[in-house]
């Protein structure tokens, strides 16, 4: 069974940073593309951003230049670190990856999700 644990979130001022993390564990084979995504009461999940198993990157227009994803595969781990954060990025963050595990076909596996909260 694969899993995704998130952590990270919180709540922080307006212009404040914060740093998610999200560590898959069980039995993997490997991990392709990683993401984190978001959803504010009342609206659709969004995608915030992505990364491939190589390190290329792709950003909502929305969070570019304040945001930065990262991952380490030794330790099948993504992170996202958010810097000058604003109140619309307030939202649950999910992260995603899109996992092929040792004894059951390749799917998308889904965190529980971590509150980011951005007021003063």
């Known amino acids: 069974q694969v899993q995704l644990v998130e952590s990270g979130g919180g709540l922080v001022q307006p212009g404040g940073s914060l740093r998610l993390s999200c560590a898959a564990s069980g039995a993997i084979w490997k991990i392709y593309g990683m993401g984190w995504y978001r959803q504010a009461p009342g609206k659709q999940r969004e995608l915030v951003a992505l990364i491939r198993s190589d390190g290329v990157t792709n950003y909502a227009d929305s969070v570019k230049g304040r945001f930065t994803i990262s991952r380490d595969n030794a330790k099948n781990t993504v992170y996202l670190q958010m810097n000058d954060l604003k109140p619309e990025d307030t939202a649950v963050y999910y992260c995603?990856?899109?996992?092929?595990?040792?004894?059951?076909?390749?799917?998308?596996?889904w965190g529980q999700g971590t509150q980011v909260t951005v007021s003063s």
């Open positions: 995603k990856a899109d996992v092929s595990p040792t004894d059951r076909p390749q799917r998308d596996y």
